[in-house]
């Protein structure tokens, strides 16, 4: 994870239900179309599923309970984010990928690490058409969630080879 203390930031901007977030771009691998997810059962209510992405099973995560969303059905015009953490690869939904964008280290508010449900943030930048928050993928998942995801993958690899 970056270390906010060069003079800019490059994002890779997001958009879910009008909800716009940010994430490092060395965290991003890719964006690829939605595509139907695999039910991934005794895994964390963030999981909505899992998908087969060259031969790898991820978990895909749908944020929409975080940003305190109403859920909604797999749009086939939603897109995923393909991001890479120390402890795994996971996916995310979204409706859009902006693009990437540079910012200024110096105009990001660092977050509050002691707000529990501000742990996942890395910062929040203040734009002239909103706030830009920016999560850390490492902490998408508590500690709890990271080990039933982690019990619930292995229990499919043992059922499905």
Do not use: C, K, W
Request: net charge negative; aromatic share 4%.
């Amino acid at each position: 994870m970056p270390e906010l203390r060069s003079a800019s930031i490059a994002l890779v901007v997001l958009d879910l239900a009008g909800v716009r977030f940010a994430l490092p771009i060395e965290s991003v691998e890719r964006i690829t179309p939605a595509a139907e997810l695999t039910p991934l059962p005794g895994s964390p209510a963030l999981v909505g599923g899992v998908i087969n992405v060259a031969g790898a099973i991820l978990p895909v995560l749908d944020l929409r309970s975080r940003f305190g969303i109403a859920a909604s059905p797999l749009d086939p015009r939603q897109q995923f984010a393909l991001v890479a953490t120390s402890r795994r690869r996971l996916v995310l939904l979204v409706d859009d990928a902006e693009g990437v964008a540079e910012y200024d280290v110096a105009a990001i508010d660092e977050a509050r690490r002691d707000a529990q449900d501000l742990d996942h943030l890395l910062g929040v930048l203040r734009l002239p058409d909103g706030v830009l928050l920016i999560h850390d993928p490492e902490r998408f998942l508590s500690a709890g969630e990271n080990r039933e995801l982690a019990d619930a993958l292995q229990r499919r690899s043992a059922t499905h080879g």
